[in-house]
C-alpha cells in the first residue's frame, strides 16, 4: 500500500486528512480517529490500569518473555486463554471494562464501514450479549520493544477487533490468514489512529516489528508507544 510521507518519513504527516485506508478486506486504518482530548483520556485511563493490583506486567509465553509489558480490563489474557483473575501474575481480579472503551470501539467500526450494532448478521459488534465489547488489552512499547506475527484467536466471537495508538509511531504488519509470512503490508500507525480488522481479516496475522523512539506528540507527554485492542470475548 502507498501512502504520503512528510518530510520526517511519517506516513500521513499531520496536513493529510485521508478518510478511512482499506488494507484489506475488512481490515481498514482509520487516521486520527482519536482526538488530543480523546487521546489523553485514554492514555489517564492506562495509567490507572496500570497501577496494581492487576497491574501492568511482563508476559511469559511458552516461545519466551514478550518485550511489551501488558495490563487488560474486562477479562485477564494470558497465553493462550482468558480469566477473571490475573492467574499469571498477582492473582488480583482483573480491573472493570469501561463502557466508553466500548462505545468507542463500536463508532471506529461504524467509521471503518464494518457491520454495526444491530447488523443481526455474525460477528455483529453490537453492545448487548455475547457481541458486546467486554476486553480490553493495553500493550506499552518501550524503546527498542516489538511484537511478533500473531493472530487474535482465544476469543469465541468473530466480532471486529479494534485497535486504538498512542505516543510513538509504529510499523504496523498486516499479513495473511494462512500463515506468518508474506504476503504483508506495514502500515504507519501514529498517536490517535485507529485499527480495525473483521470479516475475512479477523484472523490474518499481525504484529509490530519496530516503533519510532521519539515521535509521541510532546503535549501527551508519554514516553514510548500505548497500544490498546479492544475485543468480544463471547464468553
Same mark, same amino acid.
Given at each position: 500500500?502507498?501512502g504520503?510521507?512528510g ?54 509465553? *511458552?516461545?519466551?518473555?514478550? %518485550?511489551?509489558?501488558?495490563? $487488560? +480490563?474486562? #477479562? ?5 486463554g482468558?480469566? !477473571? ?11 472493570p ?5 466500548g462505545?468507542?470501539?463500536r ?8 457491520p ?10 453490537g ?27 482465544d476469543?469465541?466471537?468473530?466480532? *471486529?477487533?479494534?485497535?486504538? %495508538?498512542?505516543?510513538?509511531? $509504529? +510499523?504496523? #504488519? ?7 509470512? !508474506? ?17 475475512p ?11 519510532r523512539p ?9 514516553d514510548?508507544?500505548?497500544?490498546v ?7
Amino acid at each position: 500500500m502507498e501512502g504520503v510521507r512528510g518530510p520526517d518519513g511519517e506516513l500521513f504527516p499531520p496536513e493529510v486528512s485521508p478518510g478511512p485506508v482499506t488494507v484489506a478486506p475488512g481490515a481498514v486504518h482509520l487516521p486520527g480517529e482519536l482526538g488530543p482530548e480523546r487521546q489523553r483520556e485514554l492514555l489517564a485511563a492506562c495509567r490507572e490500569w496500570s497501577r496494581p493490583p492487576a497491574g501492568l506486567r511482563t508476559v511469559r509465553t *511458552p516461545g519466551g518473555v514478550m %518485550s511489551v509489558r501488558q495490563v $487488560c +480490563v474486562g #477479562r485477564h489474557w494470558y497465553p493462550y486463554g482468558y480469566a !477473571r483473575t490475573v492467574v499469571d501474575g498477582d492473582g488480583a481480579p482483573v480491573k472493570p471494562f469501561p463502557a466508553w472503551l466500548g462505545d468507542w470501539a463500536r463508532r471506529a467500526v461504524a467509521a471503518a464501514g464494518l457491520p454495526g450494532p444491530g447488523a443481526g448478521n455474525p460477528g455483529d459488534c453490537g453492545g448487548e450479549g455475547d457481541h458486546a465489547y467486554d476486553i480490553g488489552l493495553v500493550n506499552f512499547y518501550a524503546r527498542g520493544a516489538r511484537m511478533g506475527m500473531h493472530r487474535d484467536s482465544d476469543e469465541r466471537s468473530p466480532a *471486529p477487533v479494534v485497535s486504538f %495508538s498512542l505516543g510513538d509511531s $509504529c +510499523v504496523f #504488519r498486516f499479513g495473511n490468514t494462512r500463515s506468518r509470512s !508474506r504476503p504483508w503490508t506495514d502500515v504507519e500507525l501514529r498517536s490517535g489512529d485507529a485499527f480495525v480488522f473483521g470479516g475475512p481479516s479477523r484472523l490474518a496475522y499481525h504484529g509490530v516489528p519496530r516503533t519510532r523512539p521519539g515521535t509521541a506528540p510532546a503535549a501527551l507527554g508519554l514516553d514510548g508507544r500505548l497500544n490498546v485492542t479492544v475485543r468480544v470475548s463471547g464468553l
